[in-house]
């Protein structure tokens, strides 16, 4: 009479243990399917992503600079035209006059003045020689006018192009911002999954710098030092925030040298140095492409402006793939 339900009870159980197998087989293991990345995987992802994006910073950084200096060119074509304007308007009007006034006869009623009147050849000679002068005049008039217009229509004619070279520019430059800053949001969404709203370490884990070379180059790497803790900002430089190439050329501005907002820019205009005469206020330039820059401060450690949702901090120089070292000034 026992054995029925004992039998009864193994084969529920043993029923509910294949269903629960199969429901297994069919989620593909919901838990291992859906478990979450590491920290250090997240992490790896970001550097990979951030490395595709920043080069895309420093070239949004080159073209806005080009930008810049195409506008400064326009407004200085723009400021030629006006004096030039007036110049052709005043010559013009002064052919105008000279046309209207032969017109009239006055220059004919002159002649025939002169030709009436009782002179000497000597004397009529050099009379008509003014009248053939005065002739001269009105023709050179004309030519300078003209030659003032055609100047004029060249530098109209360029500055044209400049605006619309820039009016091209800024679409392009819009469509590269959202792209930009889309894909900052989706690594920031990433960075909170993985620490929350805190990580990544101390900002300044070594003396900062670790001695002053003096001059300029100790004015920009105290600068520098002195910006640990700002936020990012793709296209900063400063003073409240910065990418990378905008705290090194704000840290070298301190010092009186200009660098360009641009990585690879900075490395053309800086000096070239070895490895062993590094000293602090050194720019150290990572990756083939040059698209990422920090600043020396001694020790085997840089300060640098590194991703957006990090702060400018400190980290080991060799932490990232060197290309090359370069001393500004």
């Known amino acids: 009479m026992t054995a029925a339900p004992r039998s009864h009870w193994y084969r529920c159980t043993t029923a509910l243990a294949a269903l629960s197998a199969t429901a297994v087989i069919l989620t593909g293991g919901a838990t291992a399917a859906h478990a979450d990345p590491s920290v250090d995987a997240i992490e790896r992802q970001i550097d990979a992503d951030w490395n595709r994006l920043e080069p895309l910073i420093e070239r949004h950084n080159a073209t806005r600079q080009d930008l810049a200096g195409k506008r400064r060119e326009a407004d200085s074509l723009a400021a030629r035209i006006a004096p030039l304007q007036r110049q052709v308007d005043e010559a013009m009007a002064q052919v105008g006059a000279l046309a209207a006034r032969a017109y009239m006869g006055d220059t004919v009623g002159a002649v025939n003045a002169l030709l009436g009147s009782r002179r000497s050849p000597g004397e009529l000679v050099e009379q008509i020689g003014l009248l053939d002068r005065y002739a001269h005049h009105q023709q050179q008039a004309v030519r300078q006018a003209s030659a003032l217009r055609d100047e004029l229509a060249a530098a109209k004619a360029r500055l044209d192009v400049a605006i619309g070279e820039l009016i091209r520019t800024e679409v392009a430059l819009a469509g590269k911002r959202r792209q930009i800053d889309a894909e900052i949001d989706r690594l920031q969404r990433l960075r909170l999954r993985a620490y929350g709203r805190g990580?990544?370490?101390?900002?300044?884990?070594?003396?900062?710098?670790?001695?002053?070379?003096?001059?300029?180059?100790?004015?920009?790497?105290?600068?520098?030092?002195?910006?640990?803790?700002?936020?990012?900002?793709?296209?900063?430089?400063?003073?409240?925030?910065?990418?990378?190439?905008?705290?090194?050329?704000?840290?070298?501005?301190?010092?009186?040298?200009?660098?360009?907002?641009?990585?690879?820019?900075?490395?053309?205009?800086?000096?070239?140095?070895?490895?062993?005469?590094?000293?602090?206020?050194?720019?150290?330039?990572?990756?083939?492409?040059?698209?990422?820059?920090?600043?020396?401060?001694?020790?085997?450690?840089?300060?640098?402006?590194?991703?957006?949702?990090?702060?400018?901090?400190?980290?080991?120089?060799?932490?990232?793939?060197?290309?090359?070292?370069?001393?500004?000034?």
């Not at 070379?213 to 920009?220: K, M, Q, R, S, T």
């Open 199 to 329: 990580g990544g370490g101390p900002l300044r884990p070594a003396p900062c710098p670790a001695d002053y070379p003096g001059e300029a180059a100790g004015v920009a790497v105290k600068f520098a030092c002195a910006q640990i803790g700002k936020p990012y900002s793709w296209g900063a430089e400063g003073p409240d925030a910065y990418d990378c190439s905008g705290l090194m050329l704000a840290a070298w501005a301190r010092a009186g040298v200009a660098l360009p907002h641009n990585a690879a820019r900075q490395r053309q205009v800086t000096r070239s140095v070895a490895r062993s005469a590094l000293r602090p206020g050194d720019l150290v330039f990572y990756y083939r492409d040059l698209h990422h820059v920090g600043m020396y401060v001694g020790d085997g450690w840089v300060v640098h402006a590194s991703r957006a949702g990090q702060p400018v901090k400190m980290k080991r120089m060799e932490s990232s793939p060197v290309h090359s070292f370069g001393r500004p000034g």
